[in-house]
Structure formats: structure tokens, C-alpha cells
């Protein structure tokens, strides 16, 4: 079974920072494509930013210039630096990884942003 641990969530203040952190179960090269989501209560599951195998990486207008999703192969891991964070980034962030058409889903870290 694929395991997706998210980590390195908390709170902070306006304009301040954070890395996330996804750690696979197995070599990261075992998929397609790795991707972070955002999704707050009620509303839809927003892809945040993903990086596939070859090194394509995507990110979402709302997060552009203050996001950087990154990979450590040797550690299986994927990150999401957080930059000039803002209140409409409070939610639940997760990291996703896709074999073929199959997705696989961490638990999820929380990022809060209040002063």
C-alpha cells in the first residue's frame, strides 16, 4: 500500500512562511506525478501545485511567485514552500501521488494564517 505522510503545517502570521513536507512510501520515480492540493470544508479540492516525473511543474495563478514545489528523490520526499502567506491560504493542505490513472492521498497537514 502506498503511504503519503504531509507534514510541516502550523500556524503564522501574515507574510510569513512555511515548507511542507510529503514523505512516499517508495521511490517518488515509482509515479507519474505528485501534486499538492488545498481544500477547505464545503468547497472543491484545489490543485495547488504538482511536479511530474520528468520535472514539469504547474502551479495555480492564485499561488504563482509565492509558491515552489520541490523533490529529494533520496529521501521520497516532496515540498511545498510557502511564501508571503495570506489569511485565504488558512485550510487543509494534501499531497497527492498518481500511478498510471490510480491517486493516492495523504491525510493532510493544516496551515493557518492569523495574526
Known amino acids: 500500500q502506498v503511504q503519503l505522510v504531509e507534514s510541516g503545517g502550523g500556524l503564522v502570521q501574515p507574510g510569513g512562511s512555511l515548507r511542507l513536507s510529503c514523505r512516499a512510501s517508495e521511490n517518488i520515480f515509482n509515479f507519474n506525478k505528485m501534486a499538492w492540493y488545498r481544500q477547505a470544508p464545503g468547497k472543491e479540492r484545489e490543485l495547488v501545485a504538482s511536479i511530474n516525473v520528468g520535472g514539469t511543474i504547474y502551479y495555480a495563478d492564485s499561488v504563482k511567485g509565492r509558491f515552489t514545489i520541490s523533490r529529494d528523490n533520496a529521501k521520497n520526499t516532496v515540498y511545498l514552500q510557502i511564501n508571503s502567506l495570506r489569511s485565504e491560504d488558512t485550510t487543509d493542505y494534501y499531497c497527492?501521488?498518481?500511478?498510471?490513472?490510480?491517486?493516492?492521498w495523504g491525510q493532510g497537514t493544516q496551515v493557518t494564517v492569523s495574526s
Open positions: 497527492s501521488a498518481t500511478i498510471l490513472s490510480r491517486y493516492y
